[in-house]
């Protein structure tokens, strides 16, 4: 496999998850763990505040996924109950963001994660990620994904370990990058980390 992402953002760990074998998964792969917020929890991939607390307590590399009413809000400058200095990365999810506020998320010495749709900018953003996303957490695989830019960026949509080899297989060009998968690696709603690690296999070996 020529193209291989810089780590992968796993999204959903809940309440079922099985932390411990997290960390071992972490210790042999570079994975980052991306963890669900919003006020009205929906559904499984929402962890419970004790989980949460456990999670922020492991030395992984995380990251807050801000969803809903906590998206709006950040976007708004307004404060959220969501433990963010204890994530290296944020992403405000939405596919319309106002990000005239979102400069304040550096006072928590987190990188910015923003969706895109489109081609990438060939110019580094200094206050943002991007992740082309084109699926909004629905599991689509986008027809076109855009080239690299050189600089670091994300790709998501419809991955897993059926899948994730032949979208790795149409990024081109050169430069840093990693995978966000969801909905592919859950299993009757959960996360599951039997195809957390199979996906591990499939890119790293």
Not at 91 to 112: E, I, M, R
């Amino acid at each position: 496999m020529s193209n291989k992402p810089k780590f992968i953002t796993f999204t959903g760990i809940d309440d079922r998850t099985d932390l411990t074998r997290a960390d071992k998964l972490s210790a042999k792969y570079p994975i980052e763990w991306g963890v669900l917020f919003s006020p009205k929890n929906q559904d499984a991939r929402y962890p419970c505040e004790q989980v949460v607390a456990e999670i922020t307590c492991m030395p992984w590399r995380k990251s807050a996924h801000l969803c809903g009413g906590h998206s709006r809000d950040i976007q708004k400058g307004l404060k959220i109950p969501v433990p963010l200095a204890y994530f290296g990365r944020v992403q405000v999810n939405g596919s319309s963001v106002t990000t005239a506020y979102l400069s304040s998320l550096k006072n928590f010495s987190v990188d910015v994660i923003l969706q895109t749709r489109g081609a990438f900018s060939l110019i580094p953003d200094e206050d943002f990620c991007y992740l082309f996303d084109r699926s909004g957490g629905k599991g689509s695989t986008p027809e076109t994904i855009p080239t690299l830019p050189g600089h670091l960026v994300g790709y998501a949509g419809g991955m897993g370990p059926d899948t994730v080899s032949d979208y790795l297989s149409r990024i081109k060009g050169e430069g840093p990058f990693w995978i966000d998968m969801e909905g592919q690696v859950r299993t009757n709603g959960w996360f599951d980390l039997d195809k957390v690690e199979k996906v591990c296999e499939i890119v790293y070996g």
